[in-house]
């Protein structure tokens, strides 16, 4: 149908001449339907990056050259009356751009770039519009669009960055979104989760890189851009954990993925020693114990943990102790605070992080583990996967322990909650005795009120008399029970006696 039809064709010649949003969107969307088909793609790939010239001229209506006649050609589909349109009026900023036929057209030209981004390592033909991509500025181009009021638009920008390979990005797109995380400033808007999320799992990934082609873009990165990151994250985070979204399933899914994205991050920071002390001071401490009490109050216990206590500030006993021991400390029945009591232990024995260090042990997991059998043997194996830094900290954090810890572990777990305890049950229970006690005496006196109805209408000439004297005269009343029951037996036998007699006098005349 695509070829006998020419409708490839119809597409290019649109992208070729038509600054129309709405037509030049329709042609890239169906362009991009076809090239998701392997066997097409083969045929018309050529084609295509010559009819799109290698794609860079799209560039240029994002915020270029071709924006204001893309957004006139928009304007006359909302103009309540389009003669009166003036072909000649400056397009707005980028940040002030609300007409919906360009926002589309800005992602439709995303998805394309992405597609040859993503391809430029599979397809030798991809790989030359992408190098053309990168030579014409392309995450500089896309970068503007993060300002666009459309989630749909941001959205689009980011899924095309992430697939940028690392080397090209440069410090001034890093720091760019690393911007971005600090001015957002309401979260649950739209799908600024999810934005942001996808910002924050790039960082995470440049972070990581140590090899390859991105190795100095990490390099850079860890060395001039992960405190600051890792304060915005942290940010976000207790900002996110914050959210009371219980019992709204969309929402708290969409909260547990920015958290889980933030998580993924610090376990990443963690894991590099010359970025440790940067997750080690007071504000990062206070921000470990307002995530995990959010968590304890505002998630329902069966989604996922956020695992806060396993980067590197929860690797402190003192700050998992804090909240174990604070005002609005944890409580000790519910699974946070089961999880905090094995980051503790763990820390004490030795147990190494490297092994879990892009996501956190849920609680089940942890559960499991615990439940077996104490193995000194395989404790003092695990102490040889320490890296330096874990080894020297389990020395300071067992000598405080020993002089401190123990006392206030005892005094959480044998007293901490009486009081707290025994002023729950008493509110439970005093309207619990309020209700026991209105229910009785209203019960009560309906029975007295059917009572009363009874008495009122109750003739009392309806019933029998007895005749006392003829009562007395019963056989049975001076007779034993027993020899009552023996007379009884008695004539049932005999009775069934003659009834076989007389059966077997019949069967005889028979």
Same mark, same amino acid.
């Given at each position: 149908?695509?070829?006998?039809?020419?409708?490839?064709?119809?597409?290019?010649?649109?992208?070729?001449?038509?600054?129309?949003?709405?037509?030049?969107?329709?042609?890239?969307?169906?362009?991009?339907?076809?090239?998701?088909?392997?066997?097409?793609?083969?045929?018309?790939?050529?084609?295509?990056?010559?009819?799109?010239?290698?794609?860079?001229?799209?560039?240029?209506?994002?915020?270029?050259?071709?924006?204001?006649?893309?957004?006139?050609?928009?304007?006359?589909?909302?103009?309540?009356?389009?003669?009166? /349109?003036?072909?000649?009026?400056? *397009?707005?900023? #980028? =940040?002030? @751009?609300?007409? &919906?036929?360009?926002?589309? %057209?800005?992602?439709?030209?995303?998805?394309?770039?992405?597609?040859?981004?993503?391809?430029?390592?599979?397809?030798?033909?991809?790989?030359?519009?992408?190098?053309?991509?990168?030579?014409?500025?392309?995450?500089?181009?896309?970068?503007?669009?993060?300002?666009?009021?459309?989630?749909?638009?941001?959205?689009? /920008?980011?899924?095309?960055?992430? *697939?940028?390979? #690392? =080397?090209? @990005?440069?410090? &001034?797109?890093?720091?760019? %979104?690393?911007?971005?995380?600090?001015?957002?400033?309401?979260?649950?808007?739209?799908?600024?989760?999810?934005?942001?999320?996808?910002?924050?799992?790039?960082?995470?990934?440049?972070?990581?890189?140590?090899?390859?082609?991105?190795?100095?873009?990490?390099?850079?990165?860890?060395?001039?851009?992960?405190?600051?990151?890792?304060?915005?994250?942290?940010?976000?985070?207790?900002?996110?954990?914050?959210?009371?979204?219980?019992?709204?399933?969309?929402?708290?899914?969409?909260?547990?993925?920015?958290?889980?994205?933030?998580?993924?991050?610090?376990?990443?920071?963690?894991?590099?020693?010359?970025?440790?002390?940067?997750?080690?001071?007071?504000?990062?401490?206070?921000?470990?114990?307002?995530?995990?009490?959010?968590?304890?109050?505002?998630?329902?216990?069966?989604?996922?943990?956020?695992?806060?206590?396993?980067?590197?500030?929860?690797?402190?006993?003192?700050?998992?102790?804090?909240?174990?021991?604070?005002?609005?400390?944890?409580?000790?029945?519910?699974?946070?605070?089961?999880?905090?009591?094995?980051?503790?232990?763990?820390?004490?024995?030795?147990?190494?992080?490297?092994?879990?260090?892009?996501?956190?042990?849920?609680?089940?997991?942890?559960?499991?583990?615990?439940?077996?059998?104490?193995?000194?043997?395989?404790?003092?194996?695990?102490?040889?996967?320490?890296?330096?830094?874990?080894?020297?900290?389990?020395?300071?954090?067992?000598?405080?322990?020993?002089?401190?810890?123990?006392?206030?572990?005892?005094?959480?777990?044998?007293?901490?909650?009486?009081?707290?305890?025994?002023?729950?049950?008493?509110?439970?229970?005093?309207?619990?005795?309020?209700?026991?006690?209105?229910?009785?005496?209203?019960?009560?006196?309906?029975?007295?009120?059917?009572?009363?109805?009874?008495?009122?209408?109750?003739?009392?000439?309806?019933?029998?008399?007895?005749?006392?004297?003829?009562?007395?005269?019963?056989?049975?009343?001076?007779?034993?029970?027993?020899?009552?029951?023996?007379?009884?037996?008695?004539?049932?036998?005999?009775?069934?006696?003659?009834?076989?007699?007389?059966?077997?006098?019949?069967?005889?005349?028979?």
């Amino acid at each position: 149908c695509v070829r006998s039809y020419h409708v490839m064709e119809e597409f290019y010649a649109v992208t070729r001449t038509h600054p129309d949003p709405l037509l030049l969107t329709r042609a890239l969307e169906g362009i991009l339907i076809v090239l998701g088909k392997d066997d097409m793609r083969k045929t018309v790939l050529d084609d295509v990056v010559e009819a799109l010239g290698k794609v860079t001229p799209q560039l240029q209506f994002l915020g270029g050259r071709k924006y204001r006649e893309a957004f006139v050609a928009a304007e006359l589909y909302i103009a309540p009356d389009p003669d009166k /349109v003036n072909m000649k009026q400056v *397009a707005p900023m #980028l =940040d002030v @751009l609300h007409n &919906e036929y360009v926002h589309n %057209l800005f992602v439709a030209i995303c998805r394309v770039v992405e597609f040859f981004t993503v391809m430029a390592s599979k397809d030798s033909t991809c790989d030359v519009v992408n190098t053309h991509l990168n030579q014409a500025g392309r995450e500089q181009e896309l970068l503007k669009l993060l300002v666009v009021p459309s989630d749909d638009v941001k959205f689009a /920008v980011m899924q095309t960055i992430s *697939a940028v390979q #690392l =080397d090209q @990005l440069d410090a &001034e797109e890093l720091e760019f %979104l690393i911007k971005i995380l600090a001015d957002t400033r309401n979260i649950a808007a739209g799908r600024t989760e999810e934005i942001l999320a996808k910002i924050i799992q790039l960082l995470q990934k440049v972070c990581e890189a140590t090899e390859g082609e991105g190795a100095e873009t990490g390099k850079t990165f860890r060395a001039k851009h992960a405190s600051l990151s890792t304060a915005q994250v942290f940010e976000i985070l207790v900002r996110n954990s914050q959210r009371d979204t219980y019992g709204n399933e969309d929402e708290e899914n969409e909260k547990m993925t920015l958290s889980q994205a933030c998580l993924a991050f610090l376990m990443a920071v963690s894991s590099f020693h010359e970025l440790r002390d940067c997750m080690r001071d007071q504000e990062k401490a206070r921000s470990c114990a307002t995530v995990l009490k959010c968590e304890e109050m505002l998630h329902r216990p069966t989604v996922q943990d956020v695992t806060i206590e396993q980067t590197w500030t929860g690797r402190s006993w003192k700050v998992l102790m804090n909240c174990l021991r604070s005002a609005d400390r944890l409580d000790s029945r519910k699974k946070v605070a089961f999880r905090v009591l094995v980051r503790i232990a763990d820390v004490l024995e030795g147990r190494t992080d490297s092994v879990h260090k892009k996501i956190g042990s849920g609680v089940q997991r942890l559960a499991s583990r615990e439940r077996q059998m104490w193995d000194e043997a395989a404790i003092r194996h695990q102490l040889l996967f320490l890296d330096d830094g874990e080894w020297d900290d389990r020395t300071e954090q067992v000598q405080s322990f020993c002089v401190d810890g123990p006392f206030d572990m005892l005094n959480y777990l044998l007293n901490s909650d009486t009081k707290e305890i025994e002023r729950k049950y008493a509110e439970i229970a005093e309207p619990a005795m309020t209700f026991y006690t209105e229910t009785r005496n209203a019960c009560v006196r309906e029975v007295e009120a059917a009572q009363k109805v009874f008495l009122a209408d109750f003739d009392k000439s309806s019933i029998e008399s007895v005749d006392i004297d003829s009562a007395d005269d019963d056989e049975y009343a001076s007779k034993r029970g027993r020899d009552i029951i023996m007379e009884k037996l008695s004539q049932v036998a005999r009775e069934t006696a003659q009834a076989d007699g007389d059966a077997v006098r019949h069967w005889v005349r028979i």
